[in-house]
């Protein structure tokens, strides 16, 4: 009995890693929200790492985070560095940007594998702006990466991006930033 209970674990657990191996090695989230703002006044926002700590969730759960700021204050070659007992350390550097409309970064965490791409789209929408966020994670060559990024780390970054554009949103707006109302004929 307790034979076929090993062999039939060792079977599961091969077969639990060969399915892993079939998973997808790349995880791409992507949020958007609509804010009543003009891309001018929401990019700061975004592209500078000193008004992270003002609406990102990893900064709001660890409001004790020491945070690092250098190179420009905004735009590309803008980085902080944080350390967090409960977000985890790591580094988020600008490398393109291209003002109002876009800024792609790269963000490591320490022990999490190789960097994390992503970038930030600003789009006019009448008299809205769209806000898209989209980051690529690398989860690793092995199956329990896979799995991890299939099962949880996909679902805890769409709830995290939600959050954070929700915070943009919110302070894009109470700054009175949302353009006029063309007047109707």
Excluded: C, H
């Excluded at 660890?62 to 560095?81: F, L, N, Q, R, V």
């Excluded at 092995?142 to 769409?158: E, I, K």
């Amino acid at each position: 009995m307790l034979k076929k209970l090993l062999l039939s674990l060792v079977i599961l657990l091969v077969a639990l890693a060969g399915i892993g191996m079939l998973l997808p090695r790349s995880i791409t989230v992507t949020r958007s929200v609509a804010i009543n703002a003009t891309p001018e006044a929401i990019y700061p926002f975004v592209a500078t790492p000193r008004e992270w700590p003002r609406w990102s969730p990893w900064n709001k759960r660890d409001t004790a985070m020491a945070i690092t700021y250098s190179g420009p204050a905004s735009g590309a070659g803008a980085k902080w560095e944080w350390k967090s007992a409960s977000q985890g350390d790591g580094s988020m550097v600008f490398t393109e940007a291209t003002a109002p409309t876009s800024a792609a970064f790269e963000l490591a965490i320490v022990g999490m594998g190789p960097p994390s791409v992503g970038k930030f789209t600003l789009t006019p929408a009448g008299s809205a702006t769209t806000v898209e966020w989209t980051m690529t994670s690398d989860m690793g060559a092995g199956p329990v990466g896979r799995w991890f990024g299939l099962a949880y780390f996909r679902g805890m970054l769409q709830k995290d991006f939600d959050d954070g554009l929700a915070g943009v949103k919110q302070l894009a707006e109470a700054q009175g930033a949302a353009p006029a109302a063309a007047p109707t004929p």
